[in-house]
């Protein structure tokens, strides 16, 4: 499977304890994007990578989230000090800078439980 | 600013039935709009896509039309089998594709 892969697909935590949530783009990709989803509501957009700089982030994204692409090829997403409004599901998607259109391709995501 | 709004669910309709979801959105300068489809327990797929105006995306028997002059990506198909159902998202990115804008979703349940 050449898609997008993310992991793990879920994951339970108690609020205050630290997640890391890894992604792995389409290998000829050189843009990756992460997103938050809530229950009946679309992706929102939190931060994403050219390469291995981090070119945008969202206002939604505190400052207990830290994204990382160290080689420009995946990513990890960090979430320290959970809380329980951080529950979502969390997507990655992949892109080629070259595309006009912009199209993304999206992982199967990690859903978040904070109890 | 960039948004998306899209007709809200959840639709249900019998099989064979006629399928719109209207979308419209909200840009500075050309977008590319999209239509991507969310079975369940799975990731997003794109469905369909259009990167200007007059242009048709068309995916599976589903249809959009990007119209600038009334700022819509209406989704529609013809007649619906029960495996449509699912959640259908509207979307755009601005030229740079630097981000996307969601709509909220219209869940569509197809029943025999």
């Known amino acids: 499977d050449t898609g997008v892969s993310q992991d793990p697909r879920h994951k339970i935590t108690k609020r205050g304890q630290n997640v890391t949530f890894r992604c792995d783009p389409i290998?000829?990709?050189?843009?990756l994007y992460w997103y938050r989803q809530t229950l009946g509501q679309g992706p929102e957009f939190l931060t994403y990578?050219?390469?291995?700089?981090?070119?945008?982030k969202s206002r939604l994204l505190s400052d207990r989230f830290s994204a990382e692409r160290p080689k420009g090829s995946f990513s990890t997403l960090e979430i320290q000090r959970t809380e329980q409004g951080d529950s979502a599901m969390y997507l990655c998607?992949?892109?080629?800078?070259?595309?006009?259109?912009?199209?993304?391709?999206f992982g199967p995501g990690t859903r978040l439980t904070v109890l | 600013g960039n948004s998306v709004t899209q007709m809200e669910g959840p639709v249900t309709l019998s099989e064979e039935a006629f399928l719109t979801i209207n979308c419209t959105y909200t840009?500075?300068?050309?977008?590319?709009l999209f239509w991507y489809v969310q079975y369940p327990g799975e990731g997003l797929q794109l469905l369909l896509k259009?990167?200007?105006?007059?242009d048709k995306g068309s995916n599976k028997g589903f249809e959009a039309t990007y119209r600038k002059e009334t700022t819509s990506f209406h989704l529609e198909k013809g007649s619906v089998q029960v495996s449509d159902s699912a959640v259908y998202f509207c979307?755009?990115?601005?030229?740079?594709?630097?981000?996307?804008?969601f709509g909220t979703g219209t869940s569509l349940t197809v029943i025999p």
């Open positions: 998607a992949s892109s080629l800078a070259a595309s006009g259109s912009g199209e993304q391709f």
């Open positions: 290998s000829e990709h050189n843009r």
């Open positions: 990578f050219q390469n291995e700089a981090q070119l945008e």
């Open positions: 840009a500075t300068g050309y977008p590319s």
């Open positions: 259009a990167t200007k105006a007059d």
């Open positions: 979307a755009l990115s601005d030229r740079t594709g630097n981000q996307f804008y």
